[in-house]
Structure formats: structure tokens, C-alpha cells
């Protein structure tokens, strides 16, 4: 759906990218300076890269070979930057409608359905300099939608806003995920809003791209610590809700024969959910341990074993066909006697999975 | 002599001059828009001549491109006589001619305010418009020039002013003929020159400072409106 491989140069920084994806949300995760956003200039079209090919769902962007080259008015990318880019002498209503009436688009999606959907409906009749930052930002993303986008790039919605007026558009980012169906290019340097909203990731660091795939499968890999960050590090597990426990406020999730227990009872039985572990909030035990106020111990056996320089080593457990990544010291690892195949019991705090690491599963694209 | 109503010659002064800086401004204002906007956006080979021909008539003393004119669009020149034998227009002594001195003299003054606030415009706001499926001339009209409409309002009162005023180099290029050429400056400069012109200087006077408020209220109650509806932080 998404094919990119293209190089470019931008100031000093040489850009070398390379990934595909299915569609769905794919992230484009990377930290500052990484390149994201010139990435992303690249494929509206508002940058020209040096060489290479940039398609959507089959339509070429740009082919460098065959010199092919679409202006950005042509390319159908509905683009929500940063900085929300709203018009500022045009009502937030002109503002949604303006694909419609300057840009010759039609759309596809019908304007009150994008109301509802992105709870603009009190919003319509002011002016973008009386709005708030979280407001601006998802006027931006509606003016997107309603433009018949064949993707949507969302460059760092969030970056500008606290984190107050993100849990207030994160919400609205897990319907947009779930309803949109167009694909979404997702910039962030949030491995938190990654883990939630993405189900591929591409990693940029320094201007290429390592490794990109399954958002599971590159959260769980250890050899790109530097680029997704090591203090947040943390392996993705997905379950369905099994049963809520009112009496203690916990609810269980089923993670393939396993039960997970975590706090926070507002979720219905059998809905899929979607849990970020923390490696730092994992434990391993060589025996399985008795008196203990951890609620989850698992049976698991050790995948891999990664020993850095300094005092720490990542683990990699399977438990029940899902990965679990665990942060512990080098110095555990070795009086322990943890091996590759060895079985283990994993420990994870109830507590240490709050409602941020929770969120619904994203939608597996068709 | 009555105080309050004007004599035909002031009257006939009065409409003159408000024709001449009125034709002068519908001409100027549209040409120095665009020749802004280029200066603004664009960096071509040449840009900086452009500029500098373009604020000339802003430091030349106004007798040489009074003169100038003169020697390209009088009758005999090589702009003018081709004007005159293809297109039929003549602006040798007559009130185009006036007009036209006081457009090239007031463009200078126009260009720079709307040039300044198309700098201000942020670029960005076209390229979203674009990415929405606008074309760049739909989103220069849609977006940048309305965001730029409080500076092209100031640089039309400007030229509106420079234009109402201009005098060497309107006197150079097409003389001072009652009816034809002599708007309020030149009929002014007249009474000053004849003996016993006090009285008819003093209220020429007068009627310059009047035209002149009442110009800068307008654009004030304009300006005004136009703030408002540009969404308050968008002056």
C-alpha cells in the first residue's frame, strides 16, 4: 500500500529511505532530527528527494527513473502538520470544507460523519486563533480527512500539545485509527503513541531507515535499543478481555492461555486489547517464587539473551506465542544461570501496567 | 464670494485630481501586487534590478522622471508614438498623462507595504492549501492575498496620497493646463505664483487637508473592519 525507497539530502543530513507496509497505521518513529519530517516532505511532495520511487496503494508519487513527479496538489495526500496549519481568516467550518471548494476534491466522507467522529460540532462557527492547541489539532485532522486523502500523514500531531490536551485527542487518534479506512503515515518520537496507535513501525535514525515491520516484532527486537529508546523499551502483547474482577477493580486478559491481571475495570469482556509491557517493569525468576504481592507470574522460556556494555542485559520470554521483554543486570543474568531455552517465571506488577500501556487493538488492514 | 461652495475652477481642480490619482491607483495597485508578490516569493536572476527600478522614481528627484516620461511616452517618443498609432492613446498634455506620472511615482510606495506583508504570510499555510487539492493561484487568492489585504490597503492609501499629491514630475511631463492637467497641487502652485492668490491658495488649501482626513478616516473604518474579520490576532 505504502512503498518508499528513496534518497535525498536536506542541510547536512544525507536521507536514505526504505520500507513498505500493508496499510493500517504505520509509525515513522525516530527521534529529534532524525529526518521524520522531511521523510514525510518528501512523500506530500513539498520536498523533492534525489532519486528513488514513492507509491500509494499503486499510484506512483514519484519515480525519479521514469521522471515522474506529481505536484502536492495532485497527490491526494491529506497532510495534518505539526503545527496545524489551520487558515486563520477563515471559520473552522470554511476551514473543513476548503478541499471541497478550492481544491476541486470530493469527498468520499460525509462532512457530519467527520464532525461527529473528531467532536468538532461546537467548534464550527469560530475562528482557528480562538481555538485551543488540542482543538487546532483535530480541525486539522477533519480538514485532512474531508480532502478524499489516498493516506494520511500525520506529522507529530501531538508534539505541541501537554500531556493534558493529549489524553483528550488520543481518544479521538484511536477511533480515527480504528474508522478512517485509509492508510496513516504516523510521525512521532512517542514510543508510547507508536506502541498504541501503529501496526507497522519504521525506525529512522540519522536519515535511514534500519529496520522496519509488525509493530510487535520491532518493539520486541533488542539490536535497535539506541533508536527506540532504552528507559521506555518495552515488547507489545495483545488478548482479549476474559473477566472483570469488581470486587478488587482488576481486569483480567487472556494472553494466549495466560491471564494477565491489570487495574482499571473500563473494558468489556471479550474485547481485544492491547498491553505494553516495560521491560524495566518485568522480572524473571528462576524458580517460581512463593508470597509475593505480584499478581502475574507465567511460565516462559528464554528466547535471547542481549548483554550490553554497561550493567544491564535485555531478555527476550515467549509465553504463549507472544514476547515478553525483560530489563535485568547483567549481574542477575550471571547468578542465575540464565541461558537461551532455559524455562523461567515472568513477573510483572499489576501496578506498573497503568492505563496509558492499555488501548484497544488497532484494526488489522484488509 | 461665498466661503462654503466651491468655485468651478477649484471644483473642476478637485475632480481632476481625484481622477487622476483614482486611475493612477486602479492601474498601480493590481501591477504593484503582483510585482510584489514576485519580489516577495521569488528569487530570480535579475531580482535585484527589478527592485531597484522599481523604487527609482522614489529617490530620483521627480523633474527627471517627469522628464523621462517626457522623452518616452511624449508625442514624439518612442513608447508614445507607438501607443498612440496602434492603441490610439496619448499621454502627452492631457490627464492620462497626469495619471500616469502619479502611478509611476506612487508605485514605490505601494509595492513596499505589500511586499512586506506578503513576507508575512507564512508559506506554510499555502503548502497545506495545496496539499489540499488547491492550485497555486487558487491558494494566492484564497489564502495569501486576503491574509496579506491589510498591508495592500495601506500601500493603496499610500499611493492614493503620493498620487493625489504629485507634482514635479506630473508638471515636467505633461505642463499645467486648467481642466486637462492642473489638479489641486498644480492649481495650488499656480495661486501661490500669481499676485493676490492668497485667498484662492488658502482655500485650495483647505480643501487638500479636507480630502486628505477624510481619506485617512475611510481607511481607518476600513482597516478597522478588516481586522475583525481576519480573526482578531491577524492584523
Not at chain 1, 502536492?72 to 473552522?92: E, N
Not at chain 1, 522496519?212 to 482479549?240: I, N, S
Not at chain 2, 508605485?107 to 508575512?120: D, K, M, T
Not at chain 2, 481642466?179 to 482655500?203: N, V
Request: net charge positive; proline share 6%.
Amino acid at each position: 500500500m505504502l512503498d518508499v525507497d528513496i534518497t535525498g539530502r536536506i542541510g547536512h543530513l544525507d536521507l536514505e529511505a526504505r520500507f513498505s507496509s500493508d496499510g493500517g497505521v504505520t509509525s515513522l518513529f525516530g527521534q529529534s532530527g532524525a529526518g521524520k519530517t522531511t521523510l514525510t516532505n518528501m512523500i506530500a511532495g513539498l520536498i523533492t528527494p534525489l532519486s528513488g520511487r514513492i507509491a500509494v496503494n499503486g499510484t506512483v508519487l514519484f519515480d525519479h527513473a521514469k521522471g515522474i513527479d506529481l505536484p502536492v496538489r495532485d497527490r491526494r495526500i491529506g497532510h495534518v502538520f505539526q503545527d496545524a496549519r489551520l487558515f486563520p481568516h477563515m471559520s473552522v467550518r470554511t476551514n473543513l470544507t476548503y478541499a471541497r471548494w478550492a481544491g476541486r476534491r470530493k469527498s468520499t466522507r460525509d462532512f457530519g460523519e467527520v464532525v461527529d467522529l473528531l467532536g468538532l460540532d461546537d467548534l464550527l462557527d469560530r475562528k482557528p486563533p480562538t481555538l485551543s492547541g488540542g482543538e487546532k489539532q483535530r480541525v486539522a485532522i477533519g480538514r485532512a480527512l474531508l480532502s478524499d486523502p489516498r493516506l494520511l500523514i500525520m506529522d507529530e500531531p501531538l508534539a505541541n500539545l501537554d500531556q493534558a490536551r493529549r489524553n483528550d485527542i488520543l481518544p479521538y487518534l484511536d477511533r480515527l485509527c480504528g474508522e478512517a479506512g485509509i492508510p496513516i503515515l504516523y510521525v512521532s518520537h512517542s514510543i508510547e503513541e507508536v506502541a498504541r496507535l501503529s501496526t507497522t513501525l519504521v525506525i529512522l535514525s540519522g536519515g535511514r531507515t534500519p529496520a522496519y515491520g509488525p509493530v510487535a516484532d520491532m518493539l520486541a527486537r533488542t539490536d535497535l535499543g539506541r533508536a527506540t529508546g532504552r528507559h521506555e523499551a518495552g515488547a507489545l502483547l495483545e488478548g482479549k478481555v476474559a473477566r472483570l474482577d469488581r470486587q478488587w477493580g482488576l481486569t483480567h486478559v487472556d494472553i494466549g492461555g495466560s491471564f494477565l491481571q491489570i487495574p482499571d475495570l473500563e473494558a468489556e469482556i471479550g474485547t481485544p486489547v492491547r498491553l505494553r509491557i516495560r521491560a524495566r517493569d518485568v522480572s524473571l525468576a528462576v524458580t517460581p517464587p512463593e508470597g509475593l504481592s505480584i499478581r502475574n507470574a507465567f511460565g516462559a522460556h528464554i528466547v535471547s539473551i542481549t548483554e550490553e556494555s554497561g550493567p544491564y542485559a535485555e531478555i527476550l520470554c515467549e509465553v504463549g506465542g507472544q514476547t515478553i521483554r525483560a530489563r535485568i543486570t547483567r549481574a542477575s543474568v550471571h547468578d542465575l544461570n540464565l541461558a537461551v531455552g532455559k524455562p523461567v517465571t515472568v513477573l510483572i506488577k499489576s501496578v506498573a501496567i497503568d492505563k496509558r500501556q492499555r488501548t484497544p487493538v488497532p484494526p488489522v488492514p484488509a | 464670494m461665498d466661503l462654503l461652495s466651491l468655485q468651478p475652477a477649484e471644483m473642476q481642480a478637485l475632480l481632476l485630481t481625484l481622477k487622476v490619482a483614482g486611475a493612477a491607483l486602479l492601474v498601480a495597485l493590481p501591477l504593484a501586487v503582483l510585482v510584489a508578490y514576485g519580489l516577495a516569493r521569488y528569487r530570480f536572476p535579475g531580482h535585484g534590478l527589478v527592485n531597484a527600478l522599481v523604487h527609482m522614481p522614489l529617490v530620483l528627484p521627480p523633474v527627471v522622471t517627469g522628464y523621462v516620461l517626457l522623452v518616452a511616452f511624449g508625442r514624439k517618443g518612442p513608447i508614445g508614438s507607438f501607443l498612440e498609432s496602434t492603441l490610439g492613446l496619448s499621454f502627452a498634455f492631457n490627464w492620462t498623462g497626469a495619471a500616469l506620472a502619479a502611478g509611476v511615482m506612487s508605485f514605490p510606495l505601494i509595492v513596499r507595504p505589500v511586499r512586506l506583508s506578503f513576507e508575512a504570510v507564512d508559506t506554510k499555510l499555502e503548502d497545506a492549501a495545496n496539499s489540499l487539492g488547491a492550485h497555486r493561484l487558487v491558494s494566492f487568492v484564497t489564502i495569501t492575498l486576503p491574509l496579506a489585504l491589510p498591508g495592500i490597503l495601506g500601500g493603496a492609501i499610500l499611493g492614493f496620497a503620493k498620487a493625489m499629491g504629485e507634482f514635479g514630475a506630473t508638471i515636467t511631463f505633461v505642463s499645467n493646463i486648467p481642466g486637462e492637467t492642473r489638479t489641486l497641487a498644480l492649481a495650488l502652485y499656480t495661486a501661490t505664483q500669481t499676485p493676490s492668490g492668497d485667498i484662492a491658495a488658502f482655500r485650495l488649501t483647505l480643501i487638500a487637508v479636507f480630502v486628505a482626513f477624510a481619506a485617512l478616516i475611510a481607511s481607518e473604518v476600513l482597516a478597522r473592519r478588516l481586522r475583525r474579520r481576519l480573526g482578531g490576532d491577524h492584523a
